[in-house]
């Protein structure tokens, strides 16, 4: 079988894991040429991947112009540079790996969607919650009808201090005016999208959304803590503070590619005393959490109506202490529950015989630890995204851009509604 020949554009952590999964997991891809403006994720490209020097590029335009060289584009690029980047590779007749999200607003989508459709583009979105064997064997059992006419989805995700941290307090997602999302869009677009797939034998009709940013902010800063923890925060501040830099990024760095992309080093390289410097001086990740500028949410309650009655609620929080991703499915006949971080679903019936219930319980732990984590949803995408290339028939889970676009409007018509505290109705895309 012939390798899928994949240009990365943006090789940061999620293009990294992808063209790991495709080129050395399942041995079906290729990785020919790589785009990214950092000279060091540009060697480890070529170090880790084999991708020759004289194809490494620190801008599109210079892969551009050499015409259509590869089969596909990973395009793992920041939010905000997505549509500045997959138009161009789309109209060169590439077929795309889009991370999510897409894009932070209906115009761009619906323009990212025609040009995909111009060229017969076959365009995948990074959805990798579909492809995790958690995700999927609920899809299937709704689809088999075992727990009857969905009424209700109950979904949440509770982000962890350090991932709150490293990302959307002190990180490159910190800010929707900097990096283009919103906390919704960029954290849980994928949850969105799950409500929306698993119920996808209906339509949203209105959304509703209540949350802000109301405990991570100046105000709720210990008292005495400075504006940088190793510079003004007094040790007895911050002994009792949980996103003090010094356990969180020197002591017990669980992310550690992350914190230290500002030193313009690889984050293995990067000495003790770099890193201390840099918390002391220009790394935003050492700055105060409670006083650094950002403008997300903290916290947000989503509520969908769906046409046919039923509804979906999901729940994001910033800074718990246990991290994970709970689900509860209610249908007429049947229920779902599990908690995919300890990889346990629960099918449960009632039980005429003793008016309780049955339970079926199906174990998935054995995925959590697969290679970039999300319960083994990325090898599923990359293996599956290959196949659609190849002219397979699309899997269940199969992100194609246009069965990925409501799960998207409806995060808008969310953080529409969290800024107006008003519902908002859905409408489709084509209704702009």
Known sequence: ???????????????????EEGAHNLGLMKIVAAVDPDEVRLKYMRDRFGVPPQMCFKHIDDVLKMGKIADCVING????????????????????????????????????????????????????????????????LISDGEIGEIVNINTSERVGVFHSSVSYIRGKWNSEEKCGSS???????HDI?????????????????????????????????????LVDCPEEVRRNCIFDVQSMYLDNCKL????????????????????????????????CAYKIESDLADHQQVTIRF?????????????????????WVTGTRGELEGNADDGKLYLRKYDKATSGYTEQVFDFADT??????????DKGLVQDFCALLRGEKPSVSCTAISDSVNGHLAVYCADESLKTKRPVVFRKLEEI
């Open 307 to 327: 046409a046919n009655g039923s509804t979906a609620n999901h729940t994001l929080l910033l800074a718990c202490m246990k991290a994970g991703r709970r689900i």
């Open 77 to 140: 690029t920041m939010d905000e540079l997505h549509k500045q980047t997959a138009i161009p590779f789309l109209r060169r007749g590439y077929d795309m790996l889009l991370e999510k999200p897409i894009v932070n607003n209906r115009q761009d989508l619906a323009e990212i969607l025609a040009e995909s459709e111009r060229n017969k583009s076959k365009l995948m979105i990074c959805h990798v919650l579909r492809y995790a064997p958690f995700y999927k064997k609920i899809k299937r």
């Open 368 to 377: 959590r630890g697969e290679t970039g984590g999300h319960f083994g949803g």
């Open 1 to 19: 079988m012939r390798k899928t020949e994949a240009v990365a554009v943006g090789c940061g952590d999620r293009t990294t894991v992808y063209c």
């Open 183 to 189: 906390l919704l869009l960029a954290k849980c677009c």
């Open 193 to 229: 999208d799950l409500l929306c797939w698993l119920n996808n034998n209906t339509v949203p009709e209105y959304v509703y959304s209540e949350g802000g940013r109301n405990f991570i902010v100046p105000e709720k800063a210990p008292e005495g803590a400075g504006t940088r923890c």
């Open 256 to 287: 550690p590619w992350y914190p230290w992309q500002c030193t313009g080093k690889d984050w293995r390289e990067v000495t003790h005393e770099e890193k201390v410097d840099s918390l002391k001086t220009y790394n935003p990740h050492g700055a």
